[in-house]
């Protein structure tokens, strides 16, 4: 395919907030005629950024209005439910002056004046209701400022300046030649034998993944590594040149720390280039956090950390031990026990849809339970994939110390979920700065036995696990010692009625039309896409030519399987039907209930129709 990416130093592809000001945005603008348009990006509460496209020599004609008022839309452009209703649906976007712009470029619409790609400033934004603001991006900014100041009336540092919650992220994501049949058998046997694990990238993959990470440099992400993660399957060409199979690959881009809010904004800027560079390839990318079932998916591990910015200048890890045989400070032992005691008002911001529960399932490297690793020894660091939280720091670079949150996706809105995170790590360090509690008696608390009650955290879990808690426990030992996690989005989203908590940084009535808004999303794909899709599946497991005992025992099980997932009988509906009936009768507890049994049966349905097949001789 032809080249269609103008790598150009010539262009601008960032503003930065020192020059978001009248006379320096009219000179860049009057400098660079290939912008032709502003676009003001607000974020709302699903993690959606709005769109739209102002002509530049209006933006220029009304920028004293712009950059005080921004502009007007209506609630039905963004997902603000119970918020911006019908009957009140005025929502201003307000422009953000503390950050960064950037220029998003369109490389199949070249201007004729310049010969240059036409260009659209977007402006990062605040979305404005009722004198109230209610969008992802400013509570994550108003969690962060609260929390500031919470800290900074907390420790005992007279020299600090500044307050920053840091944050990393490592970007996942399946590229695929779109309208193409997925080999799923081949990618499962490439994922176990881990043939393209950060093996070399070739050809359009090649140049796509170059490319992005040379404009993620371009728009200041600054770009850590890019490579080939543990899904896909090598593509191969024949004696005339021909692709014989297409492609299907997994890959990871990981860009260096920042505060969490600018991290939060290079994530979905990251996103958007990626598909863009992809897509002018031919190629489609897939940020779901399990696009196909069977092999590994998607995850966007994220490491947080806390800095204190001194009036001297120096930096201090607030996270980091006060001594060489130590795991962590006390404000870091208060940030973990936080998190893990309340993830059951976290997960709802993480793991809210379908696709991101199926992800966390065992060996695909995802947590599945509620458990940290935080190193054999002091001295030594984690690399436990399977628990959710890790310790990972340096023994000789304190500044590095930080945890390693492993249950996010690409689809998690950032934004609302650092927020919760926050409102945890408040809860936790309220404990841990007592007075009378030393590094050592955190560490045992963290430490502490099942069925043992701790000062603060519960007696009927255990906290810490450095071995692999899927070789070393059954699953029933694994609910015992780390908790039950939930299984579907309605479970997940019912851990959301005690929200006391999550208050500190999330108010009320966000809360509620997230919930809401989860639910009605979980309901959606239940009735458009998954229902759909198993009842296809269903349909095209057909009887075959049967040769004996065995091929006639196991149609009568998959029969038996199929009938009680999708045939009606006039004393009996099936299981989908049921779905149907009780989702009209809003009977959501369940529904949950029929969703997982729906799922186990389709599950030894599959396999059972392949036990049929496998012993087929036509």
């Known amino acids: 395919m032809e080249n269609k990416i103008n790598i150009n130093k010539k262009l601008i592809y960032t503003i930065p907030k020192e020059k978001i000001n009248k006379n320096d945005l009219v000179q860049i603008l009057k400098e660079h005629k290939e912008i032709k348009f502003a676009s003001f990006v607000g974020i709302d509460l699903w993690g959606n950024d709005t769109d739209e496209k102002i002509p530049i020599k209006y933006f220029i004609d009304h920028i004293d209005s712009m950059l005080e008022k921004g ?21 201003d976007l307000i ?33 404005l209701h009722n004198e109230k603001f209610v969008d992802s991006r400013y509570i994550l900014k108003n969690s962060i400022d609260k929390f500031k100041n ?36 081949n990618l499962v046997l490439s994922q176990t034998l881990k043939e393209q694990y950060w093996k070399r990238t070739k050809g359009v993959v090649r140049t796509a993944l170059e490319q992005t990470l040379q404009l993620l440099e371009l728009y200041g992400i600054k770009p850590e590594m890019g490579h080939k993660e543990v899904g896909g399957v090598s593509t191969y060409i024949s004696g005339n040149e021909k692709i014989e ?4 690959e997994q890959l990871e881009i990981d860009w260096e720390f920042d505060e969490a809010k600018r991290t939060a904004d290079k994530e979905l800027l990251a996103r958007i280039i990626i598909k863009e560079v992809f897509r002018l390839h031919g190629l489609e990318v897939s940020f779901d956090a399990k696009p196909i079932l069977e092999v590994a998916g998607n995850g966007e591990h994220c490491h947080l950390s806390i800095m204190a910015h001194c009036k001297n200048g120096k930096k201090i890890n607030l996270l980091a031990p006060n001594k060489v045989d130590g795991y962590l400070s006390k404000i870091g032992w208060g940030m973990i026990m936080g998190i893990l005691k309340n993830y059951k008002v976290i997960n709802p911001f993480i793991s809210n849809t379908n696709d991101s529960l199926n992800r966390l399932q065992p060996g695909y490297e995802a947590p599945t339970h509620v458990v940290a690793s935080i190193g054999k020894d ?5 690399r436990n994939r399977t628990v959710l939280i890790g310790l990972v720091k340096d023994i000789g670079n304190p500044l590095s110390t930080r945890f390693e949150l492993r249950a996010p996706n690409p689809k998690t809105n950032l934004f609302l979920a650092i927020s919760a995170i926050l409102a945890t790590i408040v809860d936790g360090i309220n404990f841990s700065m007592n007075k009378n509690l030393t590094e050592k008696d955190l560490e045992e608390e963290f430490c502490k036995k099942f069925e043992t009650k701790g000062k603060y955290l519960e007696a009927n879990r255990k906290y810490r696990e450095e071995n692999d808690v899927f070789k070393c426990y059954t699953k029933d030992e694994r609910d015992k010692l780390f908790g039950v996690s939930p299984k579907t989005v309605f479970e997940n989203i019912s851990n959301l009625k005690d929200t006391s ?11 509620k039309a997230y919930a809401y808004l989860s639910i009605t999303n979980w309901i959606l794909d239940l009735e458009q896409r998954i229902i759909p899709e198993n009842r296809k599946k269903i349909y095209t497991c057909v009887q075959l030519k049967e040769t004996n005992d065995y091929d006639k025992e196991l149609w009568k099980k998959i029969s038996n399987l199929k009938e009680k997932l999708c045939k009606d009988d006039i004393s009996q509906k099936s299981i989908i ?42």
């Open 245 to 248: 199979n297409h492609i299907v």
């Open 501 to 511: 908590i999550l208050e500190k940084m999330i108010s009320e009535d966000i809360i």
């Open 150 to 185: 919470y800290l900074l009336k907390k420790i005992d540092l007279t020299d600090v300046d500044n307050v920053e919650v840091m944050l990393g992220t490592e970007l996942e994501f399946w590229v695929r030649t779109p309208y193409n049949i997925i080999n799923v058998e």
């Open 95 to 127: 422009p953000d002056k503390n950050s960064t712009w950037y220029i998003d470029y369109n490389y199949e619409n070249i201007d004729l004046e310049t010969n240059l790609p036409i260009g659209t400033l977007r402006i990062w934004s605040f979305l």
């Open 577 to 618: 039907s049921n779905i149907i009936k009780f989702i009209k009768l809003k009977d959501y507890k369940l529904v949950s209930d029929l969703q997982l049994q729906m799922n186990s049966k389709m599950e030894e349905l599959q396999n059972l129709y392949k036990l049929y097949e496998n012993n087929q001789f036509i």
């Open 378 to 382: 002091a001295k030594g660091t984690t």
């Open 71 to 91: 502009i007007q839309t209506d609630g039905s452009s963004v997902d603000l439910p119970e918020i911006a209703t019908l009957s009140d649906a005025r929502v």
